[in-house]
Nanobody, 125 residues
Framework: QVQLVESGGGLVQAGGSLRLSCSASGRTFNNYVMAWFRQYPGKEREFVAHISQTGGALDYAESAKGRFTISRDNAKSTLYLQLTSLKPEDTAVYCC??????????????????WGQGTQVTVSS
């Protein structure tokens, strides 16, 4: 089992920045592919970005490219998502997720085994 806890969400004006963190415990963090998803009310989770176990492979949703940066610190068992140039449409609950294996595109919620509870990001116009 892997336990994931997100933090760093909040209210920010359009154009602003936030850094989200996801702290992992329970198993060896660097064995897991990690990802960020976001969820709008009443909608399915939407892929944002993922990062391989060593951090050498990254992928982003089109909406995130150029504005968001995923990273990880395996020594601290922590995943990060730096959000910049935020827009009102980025308002959502952001969740981190973990998968033991990197298979395929890894952009579907079904690819991941463990989830955090999420942190709310609200961008005002």
């Amino acid at each position: 089992q892997v336990q994931l806890v997100e933090s760093g969400g909040g209210l920010v004006q359009a154009g602003g920045s936030l850094r989200l963190s996801c702290s992992a415990s329970g198993r060896t963090f660097n064995n897991y592919v990690m990802a960020w998803f976001r969820q709008y009310p009443g909608k399915e989770r939407e892929f944002v970005a993922h990062i391989s176990q060593t951090g050498g492979a990254l992928d982003y949703a089109e909406s995130a490219k150029g504005r968001f940066t995923i990273s990880r610190d395996n020594a601290k068992s922590t995943l990060y998502l730096q959000l910049t140039s935020l827009k009102p449409e980025d308002t959502a609950v952001y969740c981190c997720a973990a998968s033991r294996f990197m298979i395929g595109a890894m952009n579907d919620p079904g690819d991941y085994d463990y989830w955090g509870q999420g942190t709310q990001v609200t961008v005002s116009s």
